[in-house]
C-alpha cells in the first residue's frame, strides 16, 4: 500500500501552498519579484508550518477542543498571540542576519521590524486557527448527530421489540382460555383449535423477525386466529372480509391488525349476548394504505380499560415506524358499531 497524506497535512500544504503561490503573484503584477524576496517567502512558510504545527500539538496536549466553547476561543486567541510572538521573534533576527528587508524596512530597528512582523503574521494565524476550529467544531457536531441518531435507531428498535414482547404473550393468554373452554365441551374442536393456534404462534415467529411483514401474512394470522374464536363463539361471531388483492403485499406491523381484531373480539362481541359481527377491511385510500376493523359493541372512549395495551401499542408502533404520517383512531362509527382505523403512507 502506496503511503498517503493525512487529512490534516493535506490542508496544511495547501493552505500554505495558495498562500505562497498568492505571493509570488502579486510580486510579479508590482515587478517586486526577486531572489531575495522568493528566498523569505520560502523561509516564512517553512516555519509558517512548523509553528502552526506546533501550535496544533499545543490544542492536542490540553484537550483545548473538548473543552467549553467560552473557553476554546479565549484560549484560541492567547495561542494566536503567543506563537505570532515567537514567529516574530525568530523571523525578525533572520531577516537582520540574512539582510533579506527590503524597501521601507531595511533601515528599521529590530523592535520596529518584530512589531511589523509581528502584525503581519498574527491575522494569518487567526486565520488558521479559526479555520481549524470551525473545522472541528463541525465535524465533532457531525458526529454527535450521528451518534444522537444511532441512538434514537437503538432506542425505537429496544422499544418495538418491548412493545411486542407485550403483545404475544397478551395474545396467547386470550387463545388458551378459549381453547380451555372447549376442552370439556367438544374434544374434537379442542384438538382442532390447538391447530389454529400453533399456526397462529408459527407464524407470530416468524413476524418477529421484521420491524413489518406483508399484509397477506398479517392477514393470514388474523384468519387463524378468528377461526379459533370461531369455534368459542359459533354462531354468535360473523366475520366478514373486504379486502383489495392489490394491497395484499403492502408492509404493516407484525401482530398490529391481529390485536385490533383481537380487541373486537373482547372488548366487543364477548361483551353481546347476541353476538355480533367483525369486518376486516383493506384499501387504497389517497396515498395511504386503509384498514378498518369494525365490529359490534359500544366504544367507551378509549380508557385504559377498553383498550388495554393492544390499543396503545398500536399507536405506539405506528408513531415509532412513520412518524407523524401515519394515523390511527378508533370510535363509535354507529350506534352499535365500533370502528379501529389505521392509516398507513404508502412507500
Known sequence: MKPSLSRYWTFQLLGWGVFALINIFFSLVFNMFSTRMLFRLVFFVEIGILFTHLMREVIHKVGLLMRKLQHQIVIFIMLTIIFGLLWALVQTPFEIICDLRSGANKDKPFHMLFIINFSMVLPLFLIWNLIYFMYHYVQKSRKQQMDTIKLEALVKELEL???K????PHFIFNA???IRSLIDLDPPRARRAVTELSNILRSSLSAEKGETIAFKDELRIVKD?????????????RIDYKVDDATLNQPVPPMMLQTLVENAIKHGISKQVAGGIVEVTSDYKDNFHELIVRNSGVFNGGTSKSGGFGLSSTRDRLQLLYGEKARFEIRQAEPEVVEARVLIPLN
Open 161 to 163: 421489540k418491548t412493545i
Open 176 to 178: 388458551l382460555n378459549g
Open 225 to 237: 386466529y378468528l377461526a379459533l374464536e370461531h369455534m368459542r363463539f359459533e354462531d354468535r361471531l
Open 165 to 168: 414482547a407485550h403483545i404475544n
